[in-house]
């Protein structure tokens, strides 16, 4: 799979699944977490760290798969403490028993990792199978997406509105949502009717968006 930033991270060779890290937290999934692809855990710190190595504070990476496999990698990060995000949409699918309806990544290739990475967990992480790399240019200076994004990102997919993926957006009339199930979701608003519009929310480290209908009325000027 190509990817924005392959221009910029260097892709380290797949290894093998460890067994489940010493000291890892047990993570607890509900319904509403497994529907929406995201395993919760304790946010400050999930898998044990090497003393004054590394981050103190955890920040939102993001995990590079293989095509198809994120669900794989999200399975095996997951049994061993760590906290992801794969945000998933519905959208309809031809197979021999018909049309169905069923979810699938909205970031297809890519999930979020909360976690303060230090030289340790950074590679416990990488060593899952079908992860081609955690962007950024080392342990120490991984990329992080803004908490801001990240949470955007989660809202509309809590949201029960249809959300879908938008041509990546630079520059726009930027709003902020003050009711409703979006309330306090800041993005970029694109007017298609009088009344209505898009709001669309974008991750800047992937050059990548999505979009959600939103009532004109409830934006106001960010």
Known sequence: MASPTSQRFRLPVEER????????????????????????????????????????????????????????????????????????????????????????????????????????????????RGLVTILGDGWDRRAVVPHAEVDAIRALVHSAQPVFPYPYLTAGQRVRITRGPLANVEGVLVRTRPDKGLLVVSVELLRRSVAVEVDCTFATAA
């Open 17 to 128: 699944t460890p067994e489940k890290a010493k000291g890892a937290k047990p993570v607890q999934m509900t319904e509403t977490d497994v529907a929406l692809g995201m395993a919760t855990a304790d946010l400050d710190c999930t898998v044990e760290q090497t003393a004054g190595i590394g981050a103190t504070t955890p920040a939102w990476h993001v995990l590079w798969t293989r095509s198809n496999c994120e669900q794989l990698v999200l399975e095996q990060l997951v049994g061993k403490g760590f906290h992801i995000f794969m945000p998933t949409i519905e959208t309809w699918a031809n197979t021999r028993e018909g049309r169905h309806r069923r979810r699938v990544p909205l970031f297809r290739g890519y999930l979020f990792l909360h976690h303060a990475l230090d030289r340790w967990s950074d590679v416990e992480v990488r060593k899952a």
